[in-house]
């Protein structure tokens, strides 16, 4: 069955340091995977996709992901963080067949230190 | 281009009463999903529905849940005799026709049940 993991529920950055969430997915075939972030009482805004091709995807506010299939993980990353970044990120996966279900991650909730 | 509208944001029901909870998809999107978010916990699937068909739900509770998305008006959740375990905040995505799974799933801000 498909699933991901995100092994860091929490974790604080100084502002202006670099970034990188840890995603691993379990999937069968080439995985359609996507990065959403999740501010306080709000929904769901993609930051970045991948499907195919580059495995290096750039996305919104300055993220970017490298799909390593070798390793089978997706990781985001940051190379300097905002104190607007603080959030929870959420990694998933495409749940592909009839369905286009996602799989998500229990989420990594980021703090930003001044 | 309107986003995804839930509605209501905030829902509060005693145990034994009935939730609706009412989600329009982005203009020209025919998919709809459904997801819950219990506290501390990632977003879980519970159904997709295209127009006046139901795809997939295997993500729903087998009893007191159901979910339609009729020919015109919004797509509807509704939970019967609800208990303190269905507080949570349920998402509705919506997605382009072409039911394809790299298609972006857009989501709506939310409805947060709590059940007192």
């Known amino acids: 069955a498909q699933s991901v993991t995100q092994p860091d529920i929490h974790i604080t950055v100084s502002e202006g340091a670099s970034l990188e969430l840890r995603c691993n997915y379990s999937y ?30 750039q996305g919104i506010k300055g993220f970017e992901a490298e799909f390593k299939r070798s390793q089978s993980s997706f990781n985001l990353r940051k190379p300097s963080v905002h104190w607007s970044d603080a959030a929870e990120y959420f990694c998933a996966v495409g749940g592909g067949g009839a369905t286009n279900k996602l799989i998500f991650g229990t989420g990594t909730l980021l703090a930003v230190q001044p | 281009n309107a986003g995804v ?48 068909n139901i795809i997939d739900e295997s993500g729903m509770p087998k009893e ?24 949570a905040a349920y998402f509705c995505a919506s997605s382009p026709p072409s039911a394809r799974a790299y298609n972006e799933q857009f989501f709506g801000p939310g409805t947060r049940l709590t059940v007192l």
């Open chain 1, 28 to 57: 069968g075939a080439t995985p359609y995977l996507f990065w959403y972030v999740q501010s306080p009482g709000q929904g769901l805004q993609l930051l970045l996709k991948y499907f195919s091709g580059d495995t290096l995807v």
């Open chain 2, 5 to 52: 509208m839930q509605n209501p944001r905030h829902l509060v029901r005693r145990r034994g009463q009935e939730a609706r909870l009412r989600c329009s998809p982005m203009k020209g999107h025919s998919h709809v999903y459904w997801y819950r978010q219990l506290p501390e916990e990632g977003l879980k699937f519970m159904v997709y529905l295209q127009k006046e």
């Open chain 2, 64 to 87: 007191r849940f159901s979910a339609e998305f009729p020919k015109e008006g919004p797509s509807i959740l509704r939970i019967q005799q609800v208990v303190r375990g269905d507080s």
